[in-house]
């Protein structure tokens, strides 16, 4: 299984990217796929990643980060086997590594903001974004 994430790049502030990820290896149909980036290290010192936005694999709801609700939207192809982030408006604060992941299918038990519970992973797109 490979997911292999693109359309990162360097934006001044209030312009827009589309992230891409394309899946093989694996269909998406049903999964649920989480866009993260980098969040501050856990009281262990681990690295954590916070969930941008996902949808979930058991009804096609879409979630957000509290902080990119009205800016980002997360969406699927299916006939591609791809899932996007249309990134509007962008801040300083959004830049980070954004990495594409994605639960097995019927995992819906398990909590979707947790970075921990996803099996597969891309090796993250760099977004810049500039004052």
């Known amino acids: 299984v490979q997911l292999v994430e693109s359309g990162g790049g360097l934006v001044q502030a209030g312009g827009s ?5 394309v899946a093989s290896g694996v269909t998406l149909d049903d999964h649920t ?8 290290p856990n009281e262990r010192g681990r690295v954590s990643y916070i969930a941008v936005a996902y949808i ?3 009804d096609g709801s879409t979630h957000y980060l509290d902080s990119v609700k009205g800016r980002f ?3 699927r192809d299916r006939n ?8 509007n408006n962008l801040e300083v604060g959004d830049t980070a590594v954004y990495y594409c992941a ?4 019927g995992d819906y038990s398990k909590n979707p ?3 921990n519970e996803y099996d597969y992973w891309g090796r993250g797109t760099q977004v810049t974004v500039s004052s």
Do not use: H, Y
């Open 17 to 21: 990217l589309r992230l891409s990820c």
């Open 33 to 40: 796929i989480g866009w993260f980036r980098e969040g501050p």
């Open 56 to 58: 979930n694999g058991s």
């Open 73 to 75: 939207t997360i969406s």
């Open 80 to 87: 591609k086997n791809m899932v996007f982030l249309q990134m």
């Open 102 to 105: 994605a639960m097995r299918r």
């Open 113 to 115: 903001r947790a970075d």
